[in-house]
């Protein structure tokens, strides 16, 4: 006997040896039990989940003289059906026998008795490859066949068939089967053949098999004529380009930190054989898991990574930017139409994320318009004067070694508006100022302009400290503010911050991005976009993010909007306030000192009042109480 492939050694002889489509064998040996077989059957599903595996075994128990759930295997019908030379069981391929002379040809023979069997059964495979005028012809012959004629129709493509043909018949739905019984399967089909394996070399061919056991075995066939003594994981990723989980985890969180390594590391990758489609689709699975790890840290979801895959992950890159990841790589899978382009696009959509990060973010360099300097002049005074208005939003240059700042009248101690946005009033240390106004402090003074450039703030962080802790300590922590943006209001509240907090509000945010579509409320969602929760506390959620977006954040009306759309969707009785990225710094520096003094204490949280809307029911007692009743 020829040698035979092993999708067609181990295809199915039984219904109780069928993979994965439980349900319609039920329905189907229910039907041949009740005797209540239908006079045409149309299989639909994806290609590989046994639809003609199905119709055939059908067709043999109806044929079968005992008429059971299952064919006997030993009457003549089902001798005959082993032999593959029934009679009264025809397949017809439509994709090469799809005219109308080809059905012109099967209703002629549909009034003629069944030799064998009981039923005279068409199976006619890749139905939707038949013509319009082959369709036509069915339509009758379809509608009302013979008591001894049943059609059973097979398709991939089901929307192709005209809505006739689908009214006539009874239709079932094959899913893809699931990798775990795809890989059962091919464990008992190895084991029958005494060849070795290993467990992950299955997991990756039942990822590749896409739900099709056809499929699945046609790989293992493939791997096995590579390496005949088994099934390893080192082949099947060498033969099918695939790469292991270690590089496509380094490869994300490069993307977020490291853009140069991470191009280098994906073209290393495509050099040594990788398929850049194939490994988009696992960076999206890898970022799938990330995500679902990350709402609710539960470890027995994921199926590729680890616990620690995933905090690895999310140590550099928050939910946010993951969720922005995922649109990129679609967009890279749906453009690209060759593995040479689809390398160009995925290294687009690596340059996209990396510069979408939230906490690494591509530097550009501000336009030269102005240039700022700043001396060390004698502490602890520095005498400050105007030399002219500086504009609202003046750009930067700075130059090494020496910078020296141009002043000219001395600032007045009360700063109420002066470009602040925060709330600044007099007595108060000047820590919340924009860049549009000078930060006085026991240090050298500094402007900082947006957008500014991280080489500056690392250059300034240490004097404006040395500030910082200088105000405090002088004249106060300010927290009685009446506006709430102020950062030391905000320091403050970080008093009542806890992790488990932030754990619980992380999952609520990162809901936002189903009201993307939401017309009413898709505000909401563009609001908190590019921004990361920083912090929760028992009445408070800090979050972070560009200049822009926090402006808008902490504008009092979308302030208010937000309180009343989270307490509606999620009842989240809390205010929301957010702090610019390159001010975080400011922000933990006081909160250290904060905590360090034990007469700290968090300042209340003024929360909105939402009135509630007067229902019909009100309405009709206000009005009806007005109304005076006379005797």
Known sequence: MSYQVLYRTYRPSRFDEVVGQEYIVKILKNTIKNKRIAHAYLFAGPRGTGKTTIAKLFAKAINCEDFNEEACDSCPSCLAFKENNHPDIIELDAASNNSVDDIREIIEQVPYSPIVGKYKVYIIDEVHMLSSSAFNALLKTLEEPPAHVVFILATTDPQKIIPTVLSRCQRYNFSKISNLNMEKKMVEILNKEHLQYEDKALDEVAMLAEGGMRDALSILEQILSYNNDGIFLEDVQRIFGLSTKEEKVELLIKIHNDLTGSINLLRQMYDSGIDPKRLCVDLLE????????????????????????????????????????????????????????????????????????????????????????????????????????????????????????????????????????????????????????????????????????????????????????????????????ETPIDIEYLAALLLTANKNEKVSDSIIYNRLEMYKLDPDKRKFYELLRNTDLFASGKDVIIVTGPKLYIDNINATENRNELYRFFMEEFGLDKVIYGVEDNKRGELISIYKNLMANKDSKAPMVEKPVIEKEMTNEDKAKLLFDNVRVED
Do not use: W
Not at 298 to 303: D, M, Q, S, V
Not at 333 to 340: E, F, I, M
Not at 387 to 408: D, Y
């Open 286 to 481: 890898i970022i799938k898991e990330s995500l679902i790890y990350s709402d609710d840290q539960n470890e027995t979801l994921l199926n590729k990574l680890s616990k620690f895959d995933c905090m690895n992950i999310l140590d550099v890159v928050s939910a946010n930017d993951l969720l922005s990841d995922i649109t990129y790589l679609e967009e890279a899978l749906n453009k690209a139409r060759s593995n040479q382009s689809f390398l160009t696009y995925l290294e687009l959509a690596e340059v996209k994320m990396g510069g979408n990060s939230s906490k690494h973010a591509i530097k550009t360099k501000p336009a030269i318009t102005q240039t700022v300097t700043r001396t060390v002049v004698e502490e602890p005074k520095v005498e400050a004067v105007v030399a002219e208005e500086v504009k609202e939003k003046p750009q930067v240059v700075v130059e090494e070694p020496v910078v020296e700042q141009i002043i000219t009248e001395d600032i007045p101690n009360g700063l109420e508006s002066g470009g602040s946005n925060l709330g600044l009033e007099s007595g108060g240390s000047n820590l919340g100022l924009e860049s549009d106004a000078p930060i006085e402090t026991n240090k050298a003074p500094v402007i900082t302009p947006e957008p500014i450039m991280e080489t500056l703030v690392q250059d300034i962080s240490g004097g404006l400290k040395a500030g910082l802790e200088s105000g405090l300590e002088s004249e106060g922590s300010n927290l009685g503010l």
